[in-house]
């Protein structure tokens, strides 16, 4: 173990420059939200939950277990026994301890209704991108799907188009779309929001699909690859998440390769660079490290 963590921390780093590139909300906000997040509110609830009070606790954590982020939000604000209710669950204390980014960013960009808690709480204890199998570190929010930065920038089902645009598209009503997809806005809290002015309000891309097909859109066509083809939205849908394990307590946000970033800076190439934006879970690392020479080159001046 300490021979790991010394591995660890001669040869890897945490990289913060992707993180400026999605959704980021204030610390400041979060540590205030932190506080008081599905978290009990003082002793002895005498306030009740009205027709709800008839209930069995386990039966009200079932329940709770059902709702989806926007409305376990809401419950929790109910009263001092709602929330100790939403305090006393294992899913909801982790969330509100791990995954505050993405608890705020999903309630402010209008789109919590449509994201189940367990959803969530599933995403919070996967390690794997589901497109290309490497560390995640990111959430793609319409669809709740774990992913790693560059994925963001170039995996299928990793982006989003503008609502209006889809509307023209497809000639399906803003007010028709509204109704049947889940719709989300964006903040003006990344990199690639900036410059944008304004509020911009985005489908994501399987809802794009889905909306074309149910109007006679063969796939591929020009109106998908039309929508598709638009930079910067999949950032703005898009929050970081760690992993993490509930049996360990062990939170992980991922760590790059220092080795792979001096390779990189001696040897420009496509693959170099793909290799340096590469992010790895601790235990994938180690296994990284063993074929990397400069990363073992930089451990042993450690040493």
């Not at 990289?15 to 205030?32: A, Q, W």
């Not at 306030?47 to 929790?76: N, T, Y």
């Not at 089902?157 to 503008?162: D, F, K, M, Y």
Request: proline letters at 5%.
């Amino acid at each position: 173990m300490a021979h790991s963590d010394s591995i660890l921390r001669a040869a890897s780093y945490h990289c913060d420059d992707f993180g400026r590139e999605v959704i980021h909300i204030d610390s400041h906000h979060c540590d205030l939200v932190r506080q008081s997040l599905f978290k009990p509110l003082g002793d002895c609830p005498d306030d009740g939950l009205g027709a709800l009070d008839i209930l069995p606790v386990e039966l009200l954590s079932s329940i709770s277990l059902m709702l989806d982020v926007s409305a376990g939000f809401r419950f929790s604000q109910v009263s001092r026994r709602a929330r100790g209710i939403v305090a006393s669950i294992p899913e909801y204390h982790h969330l509100g301890d791990h995954a505050l980014q993405c608890l705020c960013a999903l309630l402010r960009t209008d789109i919590g209704h449509h994201v189940a808690i367990t959803a969530l709480h599933s995403a919070l204890l996967s390690q794997d991108c589901q497109s290309c199998g490497l560390f995640a570190g990111y959430l793609f929010l319409p669809t709740v799907t774990g992913c790693c930065f560059p994925c963001i920038e170039s995996a299928s089902g990793l982006s989003a188009a503008p609502l209006e645009k889809l509307a023209s598209e497809s000639a399906v009503s803003v007010d028709q779309l509204r109704a049947s997809i889940p719709i989300f806005h964006t903040l003006s809290t990344s990199r690639s929001s900036i410059g944008r002015g304004g509020r911009t309000f985005l489908v994501a891309e399987k809802h794009c699909i889905d909306i074309l097909r149910s109007r006679g859109h063969p796939e591929p066509v020009p109106a998908y690859f039309s929508l598709m083809h638009l930079p910067g939205f999949g950032h703005e849908a898009s929050v970081t998440l760690p992993s993490f394990n509930p049996k360990t307590g062990e939170i992980q946000t991922g760590v790059s390769c220092k080795g792979c970033q001096v390779a990189m800076k001696l040897s420009p190439s496509e693959e170099a660079f793909e290799r340096r934006r590469r992010v790895y879970s601790r235990e994938r690392f180690l296994e990284h490290f063993e074929n990397c020479a400069h990363a073992k080159k930089i451990w042993a001046s450690n040493q």
